[in-house]
């Protein structure tokens, strides 16, 4: 639950950084690319524990389908929570 916590606070500091310096830009970049290695860690974690009961050399078609189920419920979930704290963000700018 953490992870994507952080992911969403570095998304959204993409928007607010608008301006900042070189080296800020480079670390922010840094920072986006380990939540996405992070995130990718967790999905393949998730989506195997689910749907792969038993390892073996190649994904059944239940399984392939299975895991594209998983994946993409948790990246429309990701991306409701997104757009509505880049809303709500937003919307807190244009108020002060």
């Known amino acids: 639950m953490f992870l994507e916590f952080e992911c969403v ?7 607010i ?5 070189s080296f800020e830009q480079a670390l922010l970049a840094e920072q986006q690319k380990a939540l996405v290695q992070a995130v990718v860690f967790k999905l393949t974690d998730i989506s195997f524990d689910q749907c792969v009961p038993k390892p073996s050399s190649s994904l059944s078609y239940s399984e392939q389908s299975c895991i594209t189920s998983v994946v993409g419920k948790y ?6 929570v997104v757009g509505r704290l880049s809303a709500a963000a937003s ?6």
Not at 75 to 80: K, Q, S
């Open 9 to 15: 606070y570095v998304i959204l500091s993409i928007y």
């Open 17 to 21: 950084t608008v301006g900042s310096s």
């Open 75 to 80: 990246l429309e979930t990701t991306d409701i």
């Open 91 to 96: 919307g807190s700018n244009h108020r002060t």
